[in-house]
């Protein structure tokens, strides 16, 4: 008897089923109780019928087939707040809640480098698919604070300004302040394409689409991006997923600094993370506290960045520099005032430099490196101090010395902090395609207050300074 079309087709229908079954039988859930939809306000969903831990996923199937997922971020008596990672249209009340029994984790390896990616860990570059088997929790693991190794390398960041005056030890975390439009980005392209590292992860999280291609291919480029993993969450995502794209950037950087590498770490910006969180927090009826902000989201930061450092003795380190967003230049900005607690320094720029054309706009005088000590000699130490001290002085005295309210001769120090001027300025000031290296950027500082020199006046406080600083070769 020959098989007849209606045949094949039932045989096929057939074989459908089984491989349905045989789906089933290899699912070690066990029974799996499902709920369903039953309210959605703004991005939170609403179930009641099942059970699932936080941080849990739940697939949400409509009638219609629209089909997404979602994780577990609070529950009540009876029912559990869900929020969902992609788009959400097409849901509909009533909807299937199925836990599926798993938690977010991180796609980690060797695989990554060169590539750009979504919070998901899912390929945005259009260069095929990520085939990955390492994966790690997304939210990390406890680190033992007494296991890591103390900060004592100092790191080149190519930029003579942070070098000589806020140096930076391998293994450290910085902030760095900025209000909208004053070089950020500039300045942390800058530290990506200069800083000596095996291995750079950025996490450009809910900042605008426009600056991932940008950063990609202008500041990265294609040998940058060789040894560079970048993590992508336009602001235009899920504030779940967002919060998602900073942790797994760490995660990738816990890989690597596991396998003994020293990683730079460049997360932009802090402040977005805050506000995806307080978006969760709000939706799920945290109460707010300071400007808005649920006190969840002042847990949440130092989860995040206590990830980043040192590793255990022989191990790697994870070099991190925070951007934080300071609204309205406001640096007593909720989010500014809590990085700043947890970080091991912070670097701040100013609008009035960069209005003046002044770049990098860093404001060394509310700027701070802890760990700077650790990491240079006495002499740079003593350098550093001079330099800070005229620096100062001249911008306490500006207004004065602006309107020709000072009288020269008035003040021996005031007199040098004017003369100096000139010189510190050019010091400060760095062209973004010119790197200058630690050791350059050292000899530079003591050029200008050499530890002994026939040609020198001495000052209170034990400080030397020449009396030509003006020749300096700037």
């Known amino acids: ?152 390398e100092p790191l080149d960041v190519g930029v003579r300004a942070i070098n000589a005056l806020l140096s930076v030890g391998r293994g450290q975390r910085l902030g760095l302040f900025a209000g909208s439009g004053v070089g950020k980005s500039v300045l942390l392209g800058m530290m990506t394409r200069y800083t000596n590292a095996d291995v750079t992860v950025v996490g450009l999280i809910g900042e605008r689409g426009r600056e991932v291609k940008e950063f990609v291919e202008n500041i990265l480029g294609k040998e940058g991006l060789k040894r560079a993993v970048v993590v992508a969450v336009p602001a235009d995502n899920p504030p779940l997923r967002r919060m998602h794209g900073a942790m797994l950037a760490t995660s990738i950087a816990e890989n690597f600094r596991e396998q003994g590498k020293h990683v730079l770490l460049l997360m932009d910006s802090l402040t977005r993370f805050a506000q995806a969180q307080r978006e969760i927090a709000l939706a799920i009826h945290e109460p707010p506290a300071t400007k808005g902000y649920p006190p969840s989201v002042f847990a949440k930061l130092p989860q995040l960045v206590e990830r980043a450092g040192n590793g255990d003795k022989g191990g790697g380190s994870i070099t991190a520099f925070y951007t934080v967003l300071a609204e309205g230049d406001d640096q007593n900005d909720p989010i500014a005032d809590a990085a700043r607690a947890i970080l091991d320094g912070h670097i701040v720029l100013s609008r009035r430099l960069a209005e003046a054309g002044h770049y990098p706009a860093v404001e060394i005088e509310a700027s701070i490196s802890r760990a700077m000590n650790d990491v240079t000699s006495y002499s740079h130490q003593d350098a550093a101090r001079s330099f ?83 020749g300096y070769p700037g």
């Open 388 to 470: 800070k001290h005229l620096y100062s002085l001249y911008q306490q005295n500006r207004d004065l010395i602006s309107v020709g309210a000072y009288e020269p001769g008035s003040n021996e120090q005031i007199d040098m902090a004017i003369s100096a001027m000139p010189a510190l300025s050019r010091f400060l000031r760095q062209d973004m395609h010119a790197p200058v290296t630690l050791a350059q950027s050292q000899e530079d500082l003591e050029a200008l207050f050499p530890a002994e020199n026939e040609n020198k006046v001495e000052m209170p406080e034990g400080l030397n300074l020449p009396k030509q600083l003006d």
């Open 1 to 152: 008897m020959m098989n007849t079309p209606s045949m094949d087709s039932r045989y096929t229908h057939l074989a459908e089923r089984l491989r349905r079954y045989r789906d089933r039988l290899g699912d070690d859930r066990g029974l799996v109780v499902e709920g369903r939809l039953t309210r959605m306000v703004g991005l939170t969903l609403e179930a009641i019928g099942c059970r699932a831990v936080i941080g849990g996923q739940c697939d949400i199937v409509s009638s219609n087939g629209t089909h997404i997922e979602a994780e577990v971020v609070g529950f009540g008596e009876d029912n559990l707040y869900l929020m969902p990672t992609g788009d959400i249209q097409g849901l509909e009340q009533g909807a299937r809640v199925i836990p599926t029994g798993r938690v977010c984790e991180a796609v980690v390896g060797e695989h990554l480098l060169g590539r750009v990616i979504d919070g998901a860990g899912k390929p945005l570059d259009g260069l095929g698919a990520i085939h990955h088997d390492e994966r790690r929790p997304l939210t990390g693991t406890t680190f033992n604070p007494l296991a890591r190794t103390p900060i004592r």
